[in-house]
């Protein structure tokens, strides 16, 4: 029972970390027409997750920080201008499990502490091998935030954690090459977290659909849960976005026919995102995409809706967008 009761503070915790007053959603709605325009920020910013907190919207994402650290953190007022902040973590020893390769920040709140789960590897481990999804936690969201150590005992990236309404934790994660437990590197599994910081040890394969998926993300939403993630080669244009549908965060799912990103002439390669909700109630997807030359991963916002068992965005968009409508 107490237990539970830890994980119900938890939950409540987190589904209260958004949009908290209604005097900050008039800071943001009544300054007239604000617009933005794809990509948000001119760096090479990829893997994006957006939360809310004290009046901000904080962005984290892959890539160099200015300041010489790793998974550089933004915020921004309105979704419109983008200040830097610091990079979030810092990098261990060489033999360290978080010295390279800082991939796909999410945060969370859990009883005011800020929980940055993210992907590292050592110094000796290949791109695609030797990965693990682990942990940092700060007082803030702007951290910096401090290492607690690896979550996912697989090789693994791409962590991402659904908190229930019943109190429960899920993890999802895709398995990387260099696994030793027997499970398929490319497809998305899922384990129950006993702990913000302990996986319960009994993973369930989620989502094979295709040669390899990633990035996984979920939505619950009217009773189905919806598990999106990205598929194809994420160095092109057959990176795209697509979802699944169950009636438990454990599965089964039913991949959906219809694709929520693909793309277009001037964004390649949409993919590996998350989802958040505006100060005026809209839900919006974060991502990135190539330029048209491939130079760079950039982070770009856009409106989704979810109307019954479908999933739809106006994205990926290039031309000016407005924020209120």
Not at 60 to 83: N, V, Y
Not at 112 to 141: M, Q
Not at 241 to 250: F, T
Not at 280 to 290: A, T
């Amino acid at each position: 029972m107490k237990q539970k009761l830890v994980f119900l503070s938890a939950v409540l915790a987190v589904l209260a970390f958004g949009c908290q007053s209604k005097n900050k959603k008039k800071e943001i709605t009544t300054n007239g027409a604000i617009t933005y325009t794809n990509p948000i920020i001119s760096k090479y910013l990829a893997d994006p997750n957006i939360k809310y907190e004290n009046g901000y919207y904080y962005l984290f994402a892959t890539g160099p920080a200015d300041d010489g650290r790793f998974l550089p953190i933004h915020r921004s007022k309105d979704l419109s201008k983008w200040e830097f902040v610091r990079g979030a973590v810092s990098n261990g020893a060489k033999t360290d499990w978080n010295f390279k390769h800082f991939w796909a920040p999410e945060v969370y709140k859990i009883k005011n502490k800020f929980y940055l789960y993210y992907t590292a590897s050592p110094e000796f481990s290949p791109e695609n091998s030797g990965n693990h999804v682990g942990l940092a936690i700060a007082d803030s969201i702007q951290g910096p935030y401090k290492n607690v150590g690896i979550v996912v005992p697989h090789s693994s990236i791409d962590g991402h954690v659904f908190f229930d309404t019943d109190s429960t934790m899920t993890i999802f994660y895709t398995i990387e090459h260099g696994n030793k437990d027997g499970l398929v590197a490319g497809q998305i599994y899922a384990d129950r977290l006993l702990t913000p910081t302990q996986v319960e040890g009994k993973p369930v394969q989620i989502i094979s659909h295709h040669v390899w998926q990633e990035g996984p993300f979920m939505l619950h939403r009217d009773n189905n849960y919806f598990l999106t993630y990205s598929c194809g080669n994420w160095r092109d244009s057959t990176y795209h976005l697509r979802y699944a549908i169950a009636k438990s965060p454990m599965g089964p799912y039913t991949e959906q026919p219809d694709t929520i990103l693909k793309s277009n002439k001037m964004v390649k390669g949409p993919g590996h995102h998350s989802l958040f909700t505006d100060c005026d109630g809209k839900d919006w997807i974060v991502y990135h995409g190539w330029d048209p030359k491939y130079t760079a991963r950039y982070t770009r916002i856009d409106r989704i809706f979810v109307e019954g068992d479908k999933i739809s965005s106006d994205g990926p968009t290039f031309t000016p967008q407005n924020i209120h409508k």
